[in-house]
């Protein structure tokens, strides 16, 4: 018996909301490749701890009247969505300085799969034919994409990101489930602001346990880096994923979503020389065909259906 409430999206997704999840997707796919160079010369705990401590300082410099006004509720969702941005994090961040970035962006995707059977579960929420049929399409792209080749195999960072992937599916039905109904001012400064407390936490502790010991030099190239990661892809795409998932079906999400492991196949390839086979290039060429299906909503046109927006599940009596 399930006595859980649906979870209902009131307006269609549109272009506008569209764009703001695609240009998430870029920035996530460059953020593989910028964060394995950071990891080349600063420990896990500390870039993490500056990425979200700054940004943390940017929404409480931004917000911090609106901040004092929120409601209790909306605190707790915003600090449980920061446990699982944090748990996906940790676990990515690990498993980054033992596996390749693109190989990384790869397996992250995963949350393509993961994150309707985790809104079906946890919050009902139902993806229409269309949603299905583009996920359908962007899931052999993907497994195209990340299908092990020449001899890799899977190692404990592989593992270890796949967590994350878990983690980040959980934190993206949860966010479309939340911000449906919440302010998304507060969900993102508290989200990110209870990051930027647990990293800072885990950073203090493995110092005084003698386990913190890297040098992190903060030269001009870190700072650059840093500002990129900490004030674009987490202050200003905490605000862009949670406006945007207020108006979307989560699993219409990770199919743009699905633009990610592209991204970062690419950029990998310009920076660190990591080539993409003819086969992970049609793996990618099937993601955008995947994101188009479902954008235009080619399933419902060609079953004659009217009635093509996100539908919650009807709860169990």
């Known amino acids: 018996m399930n006595n859980s409430k649906p979870t209902s999206f009131a307006k269609p997704s549109g272009a506008l909301s569209d764009a703001a999840l695609v240009a998430l ?40 009247g609106h901040l004092r006004r929120a409601s209790l509720r909306q605190v707790k969702q915003g600090v449980l ?6 748990t996906g994090i940790a676990f990515y961040v690990l498993g980054l300085s033992f596996t390749q ?23 009902k929420t139902k993806p229409t034919r269309d949603h299905l049929t583009g996920l359908a399409v962007a899931i052999a792209g993907f497994t195209l994409l990340s299908f092990p080749r020449n001899g890799e195999v899977v190692n404990w960072g592989d593992v270890l990101v796949l967590l994350a992937a878990v983690a ?15 302010d998304v001012r507060t969900l993102a400064a508290f989200q990110v602001m209870t990051v930027a407390v647990l990293a800072l936490t885990v950073l203090f502790v493995l110092r005084a346990l003698g386990l913190e010991t890297r040098p992190n030099p903060i030269d001009r190239q870190f700072i650059w880096q840093i500002g990129y ?13 949670t406006w945007a998932q207020s108006r979307v079906n989560p699993t219409h999400a990770v199919i743009l979503y699905a633009l990610e492991p592209a991204t970062a196949a690419v950029f990998a390839y310009y920076v660190f ?14 993601i955008v065909v995947g994101v188009m299906l479902s954008r235009l909503k080619v399933a419902s046109r060609l079953t004659g259906s009217e009635k093509v927006n996100s539908l919650p599940l009807e709860a169990d009596c």
Not at 48 to 64: E, K, N, Q
């Open 168 to 182: 980040w599916a959980s934190h993206i039905a949860a966010t479309s489930a939340f911000a449906a109904a919440g």
């Open 229 to 241: 990661m900490a004030v674009m892809v987490t202050f200003v795409a905490a605000l862009l994923q």
């Open 25 to 64: 997707a870029l920035m996530w796919g460059t953020s593989h490749v910028v964060t394995k160079e950071i990891l080349a010369a600063h420990s896990p705990a500390f870039y993490t701890s500056m990425r979200f401590g700054i940004a943390a300082i940017c929404f409480a410099a931004v917000f911090s």
């Open 101 to 123: 970035a693109s190989k990384a962006g790869f397996i992250t995707g995963l949350y393509l799969v993961f994150t309707p059977l985790i809104g079906f579960l946890l919050f």
């Open 81 to 86: 969505l920061g446990l699982l941005s944090f």
């Open 273 to 286: 020389g990591e080539t993409l086979s003819f086969w992970r290039g049609i793996g990618a060429a099937l």
